[in-house]
């Protein structure tokens, strides 16, 4: 695991987020993602709520609830257990369609844009074409939708919680965004080559990055609580959905400074045995 080049594609990434073209950026996928889920909730979101309350109902959940949240010293929270249910539910989808706006409409550009400025000498040898990123992402997508499914009883056990959901984060965002970083610059093998290489450095990353993305979810869980106030709940939401697709961006961007800088390496280690 290679720390240094962690950190330098780190301040790198840092120094690019706040171009202007960068943070122009956000506003796209941003305003694509509350039309999509702006139009959901105001569509299905009540009947989720129905679903979640007629369940409850049915199956004593409502005792139960009580009992874990009274056991937790969080009784207070019984009288919005429904929409939390319904945001904790939905708040995976939002995230990953967030992350999906990114691999598809921003990290081309954020290639682009980092290529030509940071490492204009590197050969565009495009080793994969958009239908086959497009294809890794939903593979990627729909495998963490399985373990994230399985692992959801630990909900209950927190010290393991918290452990296991920024390691599947991690892992999404390292899969997809390395992937996405390498298609126009790195041929077939230099990619998988350099995968292999910097595993390790690379789910770091996606693990930072999967931490800091919890953050938003205080936003969106707040919104939750707030459902009493309809008046700021799309306050709350947009928010939270900026604050993802801001995290994605600038982890789009770390993940570009270093794998590009990990690809002119390997070309010149390349180079230099030719020689």
Request: charged share 10%.
């Amino acid at each position: 695991m290679n720390f240094t080049a962690v950190l330098r594609s780190w301040a790198r990434a840092l120094s690019t987020q706040f171009r202007f073209k960068i943070l122009l950026l956000s506003v796209i996928p941003l305003l694509i993602s509350l039309a999509v889920w702006g139009g959901l909730m105001a569509w299905r979101l009540q009947a989720v709520f129905d679903f979640i309350q007629s369940y409850f109902s049915n199956h004593d959940g409502f005792t139960n609830a009580s009992a874990i949240l009274n056991s937790l010293g969080l009784l207070a929270l019984k009288t919005v257990i429904v929409p939390l249910l319904a945001m904790w539910l939905l708040l995976p989808l939002v995230i990953i369609t967030s992350l999906l706006f990114i691999g598809v409409l921003v990290m081309p550009t954020i290639a682009k844009h980092v290529g030509q400025r940071d490492f204009p000498q590197l050969e565009l040898r495009r080793g994969s074409s958009f239908l086959a990123s497009l294809g890794f992402s939903l593979g990627s997508f729909f495998l963490f939708v399985f373990a994230w499914v399985v692992t959801l009883p630990l909900f209950f056990v927190p010290p393991i919680y918290v452990l296991v959901q920024p390691l599947l984060w991690g892992w999404l965002t390292y899969r997809v965004m390395s992937y996405d970083a390498l298609a126009p610059f790195a041929d077939k093998q230099e990619r998988q080559l350099l995968v292999a290489r910097h595993r390790g450095s690379l789910l770091l990353i996606g693990l930072i990055a999967g931490w800091f993305s919890g953050l938003p979810s205080m936003l969106w869980m707040g919104g939750a609580m707030s459902m009493a106030y309809v008046a700021f709940f799309p306050i709350f939401v947009s928010l939270a959905i900026w604050a993802y697709l801001l995290i994605f961006i600038f982890t789009g961007l770390w993940y570009q400074h270093f794998c590009l800088d990990a690809l002119q390496v390997l070309r010149q280690e390349r180079h230099a045995e030719v020689i």
